[in-house]
C-alpha cells in the first residue's frame, strides 16, 4: 500500500521561501515514473504546479510559479521536494504531492497520470 507524506507547510512572509518535502512508503520495490506537486486554493479548481521525471530527471512547470519553485527528487530516499521561493499571496492554497507508477510526466501537467495522492500541506503567504 503506497502512502504520500507532505509535510513542512505553514505560513510565510510574502518574498519569503518554503520548502515541503513528501514522502513515499509502501511498494519500495516498484519506482515511480513521474512526482508531481499540485495544489488548490479555496474555491478554485486543482492546478498542476510542478512535475519531474524519474528516468530523466526532466522537470516541468506552471507558467504561474517558473522560475520561482524548483522540484526536485531523491530516488535513493523515495522523496520529492519543492522548493517554493519569492512567494506571493496568491500562492496560498493546500499542496499535494503525487506519484505515477506507469507513466511518465510530460510538459501539459496533467493530473490523470497520477496513481497516489497525498493528504496535503497548506502553505499561506501573507
Known amino acids: 500500500h503506497v502512502q504520500l507524506v507532505e509535510s513542512g507547510g505553514g505560513s510565510v512572509q510574502a518574498g519569503g521561501s518554503m520548502r515541503i518535502p513528501c514522502l513515499a512508503s509502501?511498494?519500495?520495490?516498484?519506482?515511480?515514473?513521474?512526482r508531481g506537486w499540485f495544489r488548490q486554493a479555496p474555491g478554485k479548481e486543482r492546478e498542476a504546479v510542478a512535475q519531474?521525471?524519474?528516468?530523466?530527471?526532466?522537470?516541468y512547470y506552471a507558467d504561474s510559479v517558473k522560475g520561482r519553485f524548483v522540484i526536485a527528487a531523491d530516488n535513493a530516499k523515495n522523496q520529492v521536494e519543492l522548493q517554493l521561493n519569492s512567494l506571493k499571496p496568491e500562492d496560498t492554497a493546500m499542496y499535494y504531492c503525487?506519484?505515477?507508477?506507469?507513466?511518465?510526466?510530460?510538459?501539459?501537467?496533467?493530473?490523470?497520470?497520477?496513481?497516489?495522492w497525498g493528504q496535503g500541506t497548506q502553505v499561506t503567504v501573507s
Open positions: 519531474i521525471n524519474r528516468a530523466t530527471g526532466e522537470q
Open positions: 509502501g511498494a519500495t520495490h516498484m519506482s515511480t515514473f513521474c
Open positions: 503525487a506519484a505515477s507508477f506507469y507513466r511518465a510526466c510530460y510538459s501539459d501537467l496533467a493530473p490523470w497520470r497520477f496513481d497516489y
